[in-house]
């Protein structure tokens, strides 16, 4: 982690005064000392809180060029509004606030703004400050119970807006909103409309200063705002100082008729939004519509496919596919056995052909042989034939002397005995 200078300390607190947020503030308490001079200084603390270690404020005022600020009217112990600017100075640490602006408040209006700080600070602890425990109101309210003077203007204003919105009924539930018993008033007539089964409560009056005001940061009438079953919506006026039943109510308004306003839409944003719902409507159907007929359309098909007529009618096809592929392939078969047929007859003409030529040259080559063998022929030539007991002789060692041999001629044979062989 960085280690940080005491000057850099100082810049970043000086830095941090310097935000808008510290330009104008309104600090209110009481007066603990005041010195008065070209620059007057009043020391500021909590009212009533005069402890040794209570927090004190030095708030300054250049009266030497501004003397419209009338301090020597205040006097120590009084509660005054101080407006002005907060500042930083790194020389002693000390934070002023610059005046520009000083209002003294009356003793009640003193304890008025001590009790609101308590009260806050109880429904602070109690988690009713939240928002995020504050409730919406439905869209389309309707019944609402409303919480005015009867006779007060706020009323007709709230009628008169609820009049030109989505019909809504109304109960008014009257009740003190300026005065000593106003918190009271206010509080029972809330109490009471918790009874009925209403969508909302509308609760307010035609704005006021402070001091009428005073009644809406009332401790009692918070906590039954805060910790009503039904949603309320505070419409209490013009104000800067923002009341305690603005901050617990679930949704604020600054009139009676903003308050009123957002009860319902008005009759020209229903007539709006009717006008889209229905065209949004109607697109909507057309489109269902087409869906469901184009769903329609594929269903009839699938029907029609899977329909005993038509898937007879599809196996027929089917089965004359086959039956024409099936010829198809014969046929191809008997040409191709045909081509073959005729192929294989060529060749076997041809290879007799071939074989019976041969055949004849042999026969004619073996006649030649033969004819060329032929004893008789030997014969004619002036050659004889000698057999021995009916085999030829080839050789002369085959004879011996007195072996009776056979000499055959082209004209006859003539029968012989050896007597000498040479």
């Avoid at 923002?242 to 007539?271: H, M, Q, W, Y």
């Avoid at 003409?349 to 030997?378: A, G, I």
């Avoid at 021995?388 to 005995?417: C, F, P, V």
């Amino acid at each position: 982690m960085k280690a940080y200078s005491v000057s850099e300390i100082s810049q970043i607190l000086k830095a941090a005064f310097e935000n808008p947020a510290f330009s104008n503030l309104p600090v209110y308490g009481e007066v603990y000392s005041i010195k008065l001079g070209k620059f007057s200084y009043i020391e500021l603390g909590d009212q009533g809180n005069k402890q040794t270690n209570s927090p004190l404020l030095r708030c300054a005022f250049s009266t030497f060029y501004n003397n419209n600020y009338h301090l020597e009217e205040i006097k120590v112990g009084d509660v005054i509004m101080i407006t002005g600017k907060l500042s930083y100075y790194p020389h002693g640490s000390s934070v002023t606030l610059w005046g520009n602006e000083v209002e003294i408040l009356k003793s009640q209006e003193g304890k008025n703004l001590l009790a609101k700080k308590k009260t806050l600070e109880k429904l602070d602890k109690l988690g009713y400050l939240d928002e995020k425990r504050k409730r919406k109101i439905p869209a389309y309210c309707k019944k609402v119970a409303i919480l005015t003077a009867e006779t007060g203007a706020a009323y007709q204003d709230i009628l008169k807006t609820l009049h030109d919105r989505f019909p809504v009924s109304s109960v008014l539930y009257p009740c003190i909103v300026q005065g000593e018993n106003a918190a009271k008033s206010m509080t029972e007539a809330l109490l009471r409309a918790q009874e009925g089964d209403y969508d909302c409560i509308l609760l307010g009056r035609g704005g006021g200063s402070k001091t009428d005001l005073s009644c809406f940061d009332d401790e009692k009438l918070s906590l039954a705002i805060a910790e009503s079953k039904i949603p309320v919506i505070t419409c209490i006026g013009h104000t800067i100082d923002l009341a305690i039943a603005d901050r617990v109510s679930d949704i604020r308004a600054i009139t009676p008729t903003e308050g009123a306003s957002l009860i319902n839409p008005s009759k020209d944003e229903v007539i709006k939004k009717r006008m889209e719902f229905s065209s949004q409507l109607d697109e909507t159907m057309k489109n269902i519509l087409r869906t469901n007929m184009m769903n329609l359309s594929a269903y009839i098909e699938k029907l029609e496919a899977y329909s005993p007529k038509n898937r007879i009618r599809l196996e027929l096809e089917q089965l004359n596919q086959y039956q024409e592929k099936l010829s198809l392939h014969y046929q191809n078969i008997l040409t191709r056995k045909k081509n073959n047929l005729s192929l294989y007859t060529s060749e076997i003409d041809h290879l007799f052909s071939s074989l019976l030529q041969k055949k004849k040259l042999q026969k004619e080559r073996f006649t030649s042989l033969l004819e060329n063998l032929d004893p008789e022929k030997f014969a004619l030539k002036g050659y004889a034939l000698i057999y021995k007991d009916g085999k030829k002789i080839t050789s002369i060692n085959q004879l011996k002397e007195d072996d009776k041999i056979t000499i055959t001629y082209h004209d006859g044979r003539k029968t012989a005995i050896i007597k000498e062989r040479k």
